[in-house]
């Protein structure tokens, strides 16, 4: 498959797969991708970046696309997390559409001083929903909706905390929390209640595993099962940026996505309500059926 990165340049390479041969890929039901979306200039390449080596770069650069993606081995299992940030603009909509459809989790940043980014939230936060339901059927999406710049004073704020907190505090497996990417305030919760939304490993968080570098020849290799105690897993995780990684093109996009139709993904997760239903349908099968016996 051809990916394609924002230099243009390509290479065939599958989504669990990686540029590196000294990394093995991580297994499919272990590849997760994180979309970041919001307006322009609310912090979405800062707080990614956060997360990645944890610098700030005061220095405004508009966002066309960017694509990273970050390897782990925790608790004897490989791992990866590429994470697709998105522009603000869109201005490809059907690539911003492709963007959504692919995605498995989902970080929705608006800023607390502009209050269009917080509409613009709001409206994003329902498109991904109607988006997943074209293809996934109803489906819960994990999500966190980070207010950013939350270090700003009243009189610089367009949007307040109990607004945001009234709109954002009430679907399943969608948080939200206030961050300052510029202050490092909550970027390692964010991504830690992330993280726990999609059942994935916590360790992938920023601050529960080493990081790690190619210079240093990981041995991000699978090894065999057995019980990890919590003093180990935290000096066992590690997880290390991937130089010169590949976007995915959109031809493999597609493919992802039909197979996800046919089969579905470990990041589906059914509505509160329909697990209540099928619940309630079991019970009534298993009465049935000692009825019948």
């Known amino acids: 498959m051809q990916e394609t990165n924002s230099d243009g340049a390509g290479m065939s390479t599958s989504k669990a797969s990686t540029p590196d041969s000294d990394i093995v890929p ?5 590849c997760c991708r994180l979309v970041v979306v919001g307006s322009p200039k609310v912090g979405k390449t800062a707080i990614i970046t956060r997360f990645l080596t944890g ?3 005061d220095q405004y650069t508009p966002t066309i696309e ?15 997390l590429d994470i697709l940030d998105t522009s603000g603009n869109h201005p490809f909509p059907a690539m911003h559409k492709l963007s959504l459809l692919t995605g498995d989790i989902f970080i929705l940043v608006f800023s607390f001083a502009d209050r269009n980014s917080f509409h613009e939230v709001v409206r994003l936060r329902d498109q991904i929903a109607e988006t997943k339901l ?5 489906k819960v999406v994990p999500m966190v909706i980070a207010g950013n ?7 610089e704020r367009q949007v307040n905390s109990e607004e945001a907190l009234r709109m954002f505090d009430t679907a399943r497996r969608c948080t939200y ?40 020849s990981p041995n991000l290799r699978p090894s065999g099962p057995g019980k990890w105690g919590i003093r180990r897993r935290l000096s066992e995780a590690c997880g ?54």
């Open 177 to 216: 929390i206030e961050t300052s990417a510029k202050r490092l305030m909550n970027i390692d919760v964010l991504f830690k209640i992330l993280f726990e939304n999609a059942k994935l490993p916590s360790e992938m968080s920023p601050s529960l595993h080493r990081k790690i570098s190619v210079s240093q």
């Open 66 to 80: 960017n694509f990273h993606r970050k390897m782990y081995k925790i608790r004897g299992q490989v791992y990866q």
């Open 26 to 30: 991580a297994p499919t039901e272990n």
């Open 240 to 293: 290390m940026v991937t130089p010169n990684a590949r976007r995915p093109s959109v031809r493999s996009d597609l493919m992802q996505l039909r197979f996800q139709a046919i089969h579905g993904s470990s990041f589906d997760f059914e509505d509160e309500d329909e697990e209540h239903k099928t619940d309630a349908v079991q019970r009534k099968l298993r009465k049935l059926m000692c009825c019948i016996s």
């Open 149 to 155: 710049k939350c270090d700003l004073a009243q009189e």
């Open 55 to 57: 610098k700030f770069d």
């Open 134 to 138: 074209q293809i996934k059927g109803s």
